[in-house]
């Protein structure tokens, strides 16, 4: 090699390694203020328990062949929730409402409900012991916790409408047998217990009805929760002086936020304090924020809505059809999204009204639930992401997304455990 080839390749060497040099000692560029808030966030979602309190996943879980140990695509199959999108949103427990639609009430409607509802709960049994490697049946408040630290998820049951009650209130010791912890006492028609917040004819009962009054009474002696959720105003306010242990509602927004019947005035709100109860938020976006009038659209889905069919007794390319449907109308009368901006500023509106102990989450997945940003189970933890930018601690964060409910869960229980005492 000659000396001139020789000095350029030392020249070359030496180049390299300064170079190297310069990207090991270059500084790291630091982090911004959001994207450590984001990584704060995050690192408190995993840490607390997370507890949603509403999701009408067992409606799929009749569907034949539908596994929750698979993970769904959510814009072909219309799933919100399965196993493996609650851990990737850690969310560590949810309940599964057996939700049962308003129809004929007479002996045969009340058969035909109660049916659906024991199918729909010894769905979820079965699933939870199919998949009992990564997710519990889950009975008592201290279950979640107690699944969580053995890395599971904790599956509680509930029941949406009271209308597989019928008229026979033993049904009630029967479904707390089967693992459910709370009852939604109405849904969007009045029944044989209380009246709804959106039925057409208007109140029947002027609340909650005199047998109605003897399933909260049932309920606080067995310890299942009384959910206020979809019931009209007077529903609230019976069930405040009926149930003698705290109330929740499962799924409800803030009125003074979002104008929607389904929502809770401030005073209702300030009586949920006082009963020491809790609202749970929902992610649905007509409770969430005001969309401008557009009577092509509500003709347009009202119409579609008429002609359908119980979507438990939809096949699977029916259902796919109805998806479908939805889809169109929803692309061509497009309505303003409701957004994780929304869900927190009811929070923030809860919290100011009724305190920081009386608000939590109660998503409503697969019943209508989903927005931008928490569209399904895995997107959750951006309500966190939410909640820590605006200022909430982790102790505040904790309480909303679980903490709260479990307490009401516990005094619920306490009730039950004083009446039996009581009884014996």
């Not at 004929?104 to 079965?126: E, F, H, Y």
């Not at 107690?146 to 010791?173: C, F, H, M, T």
């Not at 606080?220 to 002086?241: C, P, Q, T, W």
């Not at 009926?242 to 389904?262: C, E, G, L, Q, W």
């Amino acid at each position: 090699m000659n000396k001139l080839r020789y000095g350029q390749s030392i020249v070359l060497i030496l180049f390299i390694m300064l170079a190297a040099c310069k990207e090991k000692t270059a500084p790291v560029e630091a982090k911004t203020e959001e994207e450590l808030l984001v990584e704060k966030a995050l690192e408190i979602h995993k840490r607390i328990l997370t507890l949603d309190t509403h999701a009408d996943t067992p409606l799929r879980m009749i569907e034949p062949g539908f596994d929750m140990a698979e993970r769904h695509d959510p814009n072909e199959t219309g799933s919100k929730v399965d196993y493996p999108r609650m851990k990737e949103g850690d969310l560590d427990a949810i309940f599964f409402a057996a939700f049962v639609a308003q129809d004929i009430r007479d002996d045969d409607g009340n058969t035909r409900a109660k049916a659906l509802c024991l199918q729909m709960i010894d769905s979820v049994v079965a699933s939870t012991e199919r998949n009992s490697d990564i997710v519990g049946l889950a009975l008592d408040p201290d279950d979640a916790y107690e699944l969580e630290k053995e890395g599971k998820r904790a599956i509680y049951i509930g029941i949406e409408n009271g209308y597989p009650i019928g008229k026979d209130v033993s049904n009630v010791s029967l479904y707390y047998d089967k693992g459910v912890r709370y009852i939604t006492l109405v849904h969007s028609s009045n029944n044989d217990l209380a009246d709804s917040a959106t039925d057409p004819n208007g109140p029947e009962h002027g609340g909650i009805s005199e047998f109605g009054n003897k399933v909260v009474d049932e309920m606080n002696r067995l310890g299942i929760m009384v959910d206020v959720s979809h019931g009209n105003d007077s529903v609230f306010y019976d069930a405040i002086k009926m149930s003698k242990a705290p109330i929740i509602a499962s799924h409800s927004n803030a009125r003074s936020v979002t104008k929607h019947d389904r929502n809770m005035t401030d005073e209702m709100l300030k009586l949920m304090a006082d009963n020491g109860g809790v609202v749970q938020l929902t992610m649905l976006a007509d409770y969430l924020r005001e969309a401008p009038p557009n009577a092509e659209r509500d003709s347009a889905m009202a119409a579609l809505r008429a002609g359908m069919k119980p979507i438990s007794e939809m096949t699977k390319e029916e259902r796919t059809e109805l998806r479908k449907t939805f889809q169109e109308l929803n692309e061509k009368y497009p309505a303003p999204p409701a957004t994780v901006t929304h869900v927190a500023d009811h929070i923030d509106h809860i919290v100011k009204i009724a305190g920081i102990d009386h608000v939590g989450i109660g998503c409503d997945f697969d019943g209508g639930g989903g927005i931008e940003g928490v569209f399904d189970a895995s997107e959750v933890m951006n309500i966190t992401i939410e909640l820590v930018k605006r200022g909430y601690t982790e102790e505040e964060v904790a309480k909303i997304w679980g903490g709260n409910l479990i307490r009401v869960f516990k005094e619920v229980q306490k009730v039950a455990s004083d009446l039996q005492s009581d009884q014996s």
